[in-house]
């Protein structure tokens, strides 16, 4: 059992939750249905508490060449007010975290790991640092994560914003942050998301959390606004082709098996951790012409893959699911596996064991589902 609880905990009791451990912490699983936070993200809006993600500041004249070092992406390129996803790897090109990395001065980052993770990649951060002219500084422990999800996201988030600052809101372009009021505290907002669809994170201090969340849970009342667990949280990103730290990536697996090969940049000039293993793996051309690359799943039937079914080609096994489930939006089942190559073309019809039976799934492009924009 995990002890660690966020600062919401009381809020989340109060809805009704039920509760899961998740990354070390008690975490709500859903609240009344998960169907229904699912289908109210995708048509108006979810609240979800992320308040177990990490948050590391990294600041001082080396930041963003140390940020060049410690992690796959060229970090010194993002202008300030932007974000980029990245990965921190180690010295083998695995897959210690995917993150995302927020500038908000020229000589200031917010990097925001994975829950589970988030002390590993502090602690690597810190390691990393010799060096280099930074303060590495986590302050996860007393910061909140609340997101708004949903097309409806935006017409919420500007109830609690004063009108003056509503441009800095509608504005606001997709992995970008600003500094604004929200429900009278001066907050770091970002527009990035991990569901699929138009969003928000709110950076808040574990002592106003409680309020912000049911002043967001008001101003939601006329727009659809429920509360969302991580299995809503779970279903969405599957259908948006999002990987998660545990399922798809790990460190036993490298950017370019996982699809993410733009995330590396081996243009920059600096060296950096992992740069000359997956040097090497690109050249090998591993995750495109050899090895395993994760692929979308369709289902053909009603029965659904999860995760370590065996993927099967003649009787042959070709790879395994990672992740996989019923999709509420699309209404047939979809998973990600890793498969070998040559079986990895889009239209490739394979088999998933089922428990001792095989059924055909469809190898297709990821992601399933698309917003229109």
Not at 276 to 296: D, F, H, M, P, Y
Request: hydrophobic share 45%; glycine share 10%; aromatic share 8%.
């Amino acid at each position: 059992m995990s002890e660690n609880y966020t600062a919401l905990y009381e809020q989340h009791k109060k809805a009704g939750a039920s509760f899961t451990d998740f990354g070390g912490w008690q975490m709500p699983l859903k609240y009344e249905s998960e169907l229904a936070e699912h289908h109210a993200v995708r048509n108006a809006a979810g609240l979800f508490d992320l308040s177990h993600m990490g948050e590391v500041w990294v600041s001082g004249p080396d930041a963003a060449a140390f940020l060049d070092y410690a992690l796959v992406g060229k970090l010194s390129a993002i202008a300030v007010g932007k974000a980029k996803y990245s990965l921190i790897c180690n010295a083998d090109g695995g897959i210690i975290d995917d993150l995302i990395s927020y500038r908000r001065a020229e000589d200031k980052y917010l990097v925001v790991p994975n829950a589970g993770n988030a002390k590993v990649v502090s602690a690597a951060l810190l390691k990393r640092a010799a060096g280099f002219d930074v303060v590495v500084e986590d302050v996860s422990a007393e910061t909140s994560l609340i997101a708004v999800q949903g097309p409806t996201a935006e017409a919420i988030l500007l109830q609690l914003v004063p009108a003056e600052q509503h441009e800095l809101v509608t504005e606001l372009k997709y992995y970008a942050a600003v500094e604004v009021s929200i429900n009278g505290e001066d907050l770091l907002l970002a527009r990035t998301g991990y569901t699929g669809e138009d969003g928000f994170e709110i950076y808040v201090p574990n002592v106003d959390a409680a309020g912000l969340w049911e002043a967001l849970l008001e101003a939601g009342e006329g727009h659809g606004l429920i509360p969302a667990g991580l299995a809503a949280r779970d279903s969405l990103r599957l259908e948006a082709g999002m990987p998660l730290y545990g399922n798809e990536l790990s460190q036993h697996v490298n950017a370019y098996a996982a699809g993410l090969g733009p995330v590396v940049s081996l243009a920059k000039e600096s060296d950096f951790v992992g740069r000359e293993a997956l040097t090497a793996i690109k050249a090998a051309g591993v995750g495109s012409t050899l090895g395993q690359k994760l692929v979308g799943l369709k289902g053909t039937g009603r029965r659904a893959a999860r995760a370590h079914y065996s993927v099967l080609k003649d009787g042959s096994l070709i790879g395994e699911v990672t992740s996989g489930q019923p999709s509420p939006t699309l209404g047939y089942p979809v998973a990600m596996a890793y498969v070998d190559v040559e079986h990895s073309e889009p239209g490739t019809i394979v088999e998933v064991d089922l428990r001792g039976k095989a059924e055909p799934f469809e190898v297709v492009a990821l992601p399933f589902y698309k917003r229109q924009k």
